[in-house]
């Protein structure tokens, strides 16, 4: 685990400190209070350039999805803990992590053995801005953490409430939640404070573009995965796979299964493999169900004449950061939803559920409407169906990524049960995808 850190100074010391110091104050936490399973998802969020800039990690008990101060400061402090031990490169790719305290926890000042670069504090809006909140943040600003004030509204008659704005770095609003007029007279209000503004909960484009117009620095929601037909669009090959496909298809017994595996972790080569096991110059169309049964389809004679082709013509794009996350979140639904599947006895059918979370977000890539794409596929009906948002059996499965994804959490206890998957095991499996989709990213698939 200590190597996870070596790109920080000291950082080795942080990590066993900080191990030390949660274990130790865990008693304080835990009194009277049950031990919570802990279960943790992510939500990007990305600055102007449509990079990302953080990550926002969303916990909660496998209690009910209200609970109170004291859970949820437990709940924290397992959080803090568990990322130490699955390491934060994994979970948050290098980037920060944005992550909810409570007043409790900054009066045990566990964020003071946090490196400032790990987190940003993001002090809720329940917390009161107590003398004593008021002297933690400015020991923590003073030791270069990055404070952010979430579901921020403006108060009046409390000279600490303007203090605390005064060492605070980002201002997170909900944009459902407060009308656009009381947004823009808020910024106005605060233009004299060192602040920028986070959007929440941006849920469409033309929403992303107007808060950027408004003078919005961060954004977190779903915009990204709704598209806006502007022009045609291609996703980039990854050079290496075609490659590395290039290179088994010239044996005299080329590796099948490994052929299948490699045009799985490209979303590119596994889009236009569909597309072409529909096109005229193939033949009749048949219903797909998985990128296996696509390839025996064509045949290796074909598929090393289509490889050849693309490898000359195809150039990976990495210019287009919103685009590189749309295709690690739809590997990311590929593979748990694969792995759901495995887990609950679906084996047959795990490949068709692989499909489903590869092709979910096509749209936003091709920017392109989804129906239309998915008349040039030959795809079951079922999975067509799924895609398109109609019931099918393959709906629980997908909509309950989707709810990980999102973090609601009265949806994951209702579908986890409808499923039949454990919450601990569904998360575990949401860690595994994470790692996976990232080994691929980075070509060491």
């Known amino acids: 685990m200590l190597t996870i850190f070596s790109q920080y100074s000291n950082m080795d010391l942080y990590v066993l400190k900080t191990e030390h110091f949660i274990s130790s104050h865990f008693a304080e936490i835990q009194l009277g209070v049950t031990v919570l399973d802990i279960y943790v998802a992510r939500q990007p969020i990305l600055d102007t350039e449509q990079k990302v800039y953080a990550y926002e990690l969303l916990y909660r008990s496998n209690e009910e999805n209200t609970f109170s101060d004291i859970e ?16 934060f490169e994994e979970l948050s790719e290098g980037k920060p992590c944005f992550i909810n305290f409570t007043e409790k926890l900054l009066e045990l000042n566990i964020p003071d053995y946090l490196h400032p670069e790990m987190i940003v504090i993001e002090i809720l809006e329940t917390v009161n801005p107590t003398d004593q909140v008021i002297e933690n943040c400015k020991r923590l600003k003073m030791q270069g953490f990055t404070i952010a004030l979430d579901d921020f509204e403006m108060k009046s008659g409390n000279i600490n409430f303007y203090k605390l704005l005064g060492l605070a770095d980002i201002i997170k609003v909900d944009i459902r939640a407060t009308p656009r007029d009381q947004q823009l007279k808020m910024m106005r209000l605060l233009k004299s404070y060192d602040l920028v503004f986070l959007a929440e909960k941006v849920e469409t484009r033309a929403e992303y573009e107007q808060c950027l117009k408004d003078g919005y620095t961060y954004f977190q929601g779903y915009f990204f995965s709704k ?18 496909i290039m290179h088994e298809l010239s044996k005299q017994e080329p590796d099948f299964e490994y052929i299948t595996t490699m045009i799985e972790a490209d979303l590119s080569l596994s889009y236009k493999l569909l597309r072409l096991s529909n096109s005229s110059v193939i033949g009749p169309i048949y219903q797909i169900k998985s990128i296996k049964q696509a390839i025996l389809f064509l045949g290796l004679k074909e598929l090393k004449k289509w490889i050849y082709v693309l490898s000359y013509r195809e150039t990976t794009n990495t210019s287009d950061p919103i685009g590189n996350e749309i295709i690690k ?10 792995l759901i599947a495995l ?57 309950l990524i989707i709810a990980v994804e999102r973090a609601d959490w009265n949806e994951i206890e209702y579908l986890c049960k409808k499923v039949g998957v454990g919450k601990q095991r569904l998360f575990q499996m949401y860690q595994d995808s994470m790692k996976w989709t990232n080994e691929i990213m980075k070509g060491s698939f």
């Open 72 to 87: 949820g400061e437990q709940a924290t402090s397992n959080v803090i803990n568990s990322i130490l031990q699955i390491g």
């Open 329 to 338: 979140l739809s590997f990311t639904r590929a593979k748990i939803s694969e």
């Open 227 to 244: 598209p806006v037909i502007l022009s045609t669009s291609d996703v980039p090959i990854q050079k290496q796979n075609v490659f590395l």
């Open 343 to 399: 887990a609950i006895g679906k084996r047959n059918e795990s490949s068709s559920y692989f499909l489903i979370g590869m092709l979910s977000l096509i749209d936003a890539l091709l920017k392109k409407p989804l129906n239309q794409l998915l008349k040039s596929l030959p795809l079951e009906q079922d999975i067509r169906e799924t895609l398109l948002g109609v019931n099918t059996p393959y709906s629980e499965i997908f909509e």
